[in-house]
């Protein structure tokens, strides 16, 4: 049971960039999966999940309307789109999943339940 997370990169305030989760081991379409994001110097938090079963999204204060969760089960991947990047969205993002169950909970951005990892990608938004 594997994510892998890429698409990171140097972007420019206002520009796009789109990551990627590609899921190996097991089923998108049967857990729901969230993306994290570590700041330097700041602790992990959350930044948006979707529920497999329902495709419902939840997203962070910071960035709603900016940020768009979405899955595509056939490619088995979670995206994260990024629009409308801020210095302050540089960070290290990652995804995860409880491997649990097919729904975000309401406590969705904590840590701690989340078992499965990717690796994490850097994403730097400068001019």
């Known amino acids: 049971v594997q994510l892998q997370a890429s698409g990171g990169g140097l972007v420019r305030p206002g520009g796009s960039l789109r990551l990627s989760c590609a899921a190996s081991g097991f089923n998108l379409d049967r857990y729901a999966v969230a993306w994290f994001r570590q700041a330097p110097g700041k602790e992990r938090e959350g930044v948006a999940c979707?529920?497999?079963?329902?495709?419902?999204?939840y997203y962070a204060d910071a960035v709603k309307g900016r940020f768009t969760i979405s899955a595509d089960k056939a490619e088995n991947t979670v995206y994260l789109q990024v629009n409308s990047p801020k210095p302050e969205d540089t960070a290290v993002y990652y995804c995860?999943?409880?491997?649990?169950?097919?729904?975000?909970?309401?406590?969705?951005?904590?840590?701690?339940?989340?078992?499965?990892w990717g690796q994490g990608t850097l994403v730097t938004v400068s001019s």
């Open positions: 979707i529920s497999a079963r329902d495709g419902r999204t």
């Open positions: 995860a999943t409880e491997h649990y169950t097919p729904y975000c909970s309401s406590s969705w951005y904590i840590l701690l339940p989340y078992q499965v």
